[in-house]
């Protein structure tokens, strides 16, 4: 089955620098890549995602680049906020079920 | 995208006991998932329910421990049986997504506190 891995487990950064989260997976045949948020105590809520036909996707601050050879996608938040500290999971999904990398928790520091 | 409602938000319950986590989506859908998350850990699969047919659980995970109900398009449950401490968690229903795109919806999570 699928496995996913996410690297770092925590990041602290400056506000206004940029932040990147790394994920990798094993299966080839996955072919959707979703990025969550979650805050404490909320779920998680889907943020960005990208598909295995696009190299890129971006939307504001956040984009997302996949490499399909090497089975990593990323995960870029650049001008990064007081309130875009959460933690991130990674994804990755070949049909109907998916699967989580370990998470990465993002503080910003003002 | 759809708007899950997940109940009870919380419960503190004896071990040996049982607790019943329902989820009702306001739109019908063919699968409905159900991920258990451990305090500062990753969401994991416990199983997929279709409509009309046993669930499909993942390793680690058995019906007799969590039979989950799938009666319609729009409502599943999910039991945790014969709770113990270790089955404190946070469990999680899902649904794919009706926009362009297929990211899961979650609901608000059951926190479980087993004592």
């Known amino acids: 089955g699928e496995n996913v891995e996410q690297h770092p487990s925590t990041l602290s950064v400056q506000e206004g620098d940029s932040a990147v989260i790394k994920c990798t997976y094993s299966d080839s045949a996955s072919n959707y890549f979703p990025w969550y948020k979650q805050e404490l105590g909320k779920r998680p809520q889907l943020i960005i995602d990208?598909?295995?036909?696009?190299g890129e996707k971006k939307d504001q601050r956040i984009a997302v680049t996949l490499n399909k050879t090497a089975k990593h996608f990323s995960l870029h938040i650049t001008e990064t906020q007081p309130e875009d500290s959460a933690v991130y999971f990674c994804?990755?999904?070949?049909?109907?079920?998916?699967?989580f990398g370990a998470g990465t928790r993002l503080t910003v520091k003002p | 995208s759809a708007v899950i409602s997940q109940k009870p938000s919380r419960d503190i319950c004896q071990r040996g006991t049982s607790l019943t986590i329902q989820c009702q989506v306001d739109?019908?859908?063919?699968?409905m998932f159900w991920y258990r998350q451990q305090p500062g850990q990753s969401l994991t699969l416990i199983a997929t329910?279709?409509?009309?047919?046993?669930?499909?659980?993942e390793s680690g995970f058995v019906i007799d421990k969590f039979p989950i109900s799938r009666p319609n398009l729009t409502f599943s449950t999910l039991t945790v049986s014969n709770m113990s401490p270790e089955d404190s968690s946070i469990y999680l229903c899902?649904?794919?997504?009706?926009?362009?795109?297929?990211?899961?919806?979650f609901g608000s999570g059951t926190r479980l506190t087993v004592v």
């Open positions: 739109s019908q859908v063919t699968m």
């Open positions: 990208i598909r295995s036909n696009v």
């Open positions: 899902s649904v794919e997504g009706f926009t362009a795109s297929y990211g899961y919806t």
């Open positions: 329910a279709n409509q009309g047919s046993e669930a499909t659980y």
């Open positions: 994804a990755a999904s070949a049909g109907n079920d998916m699967r």
